[in-house]
Nanobody, 114 residues
């Protein structure tokens, strides 16, 4: 069974940067969409950014201009997060849609605090 493995979370001060990465445990074909969601304590999971393969990228308004999502030829999806704010604190989840499957990572905690 294929798994998505995330890395790169941690503690950072406000204004700092973090880089999250997500890769699959084996090759996956027919990937339609790759993205990142987050869930803060007591809140619902929300979309942060996504790439429609062969198409466009989308960001939630609160991260536009600060976060960048990208994908490399090995199908690693990266979320570069700059100018982090305390309200960005959450567990971040990688999500892929591929060949009718909806795949989720286990989550990685991002804490923005001084």
């Amino acid at each position: 069974q294929v798994q998505l493995v995330e890395s790169g979370g941690g503690l950072v001060q406000p204004g700092g940067s973090l880089r999250l990465s997500c890769a699959a445990s084996r090759s996956i074909f027919n990937i339609n969409l790759m993205g990142w969601y987050r869930q803060a304590p007591g809140k619902e999971r929300e979309l942060v950014a996504r790439i429609i393969v062969g198409g466009s990228t989308h960001y939630r308004d609160s991260v536009k201009g600060r976060f960048t999502i990208s994908r490399d030829i090995k199908n690693t999806v990266v979320l570069q997060m700059n100018s982090l704010k305390p309200e960005d604190t959450a567990v971040y989840y990688c999500h892929w849609s591929a060949g009718g499957l909806e795949l989720w990572g286990q989550g990685t905690l991002v804490t923005v605090s001084s």
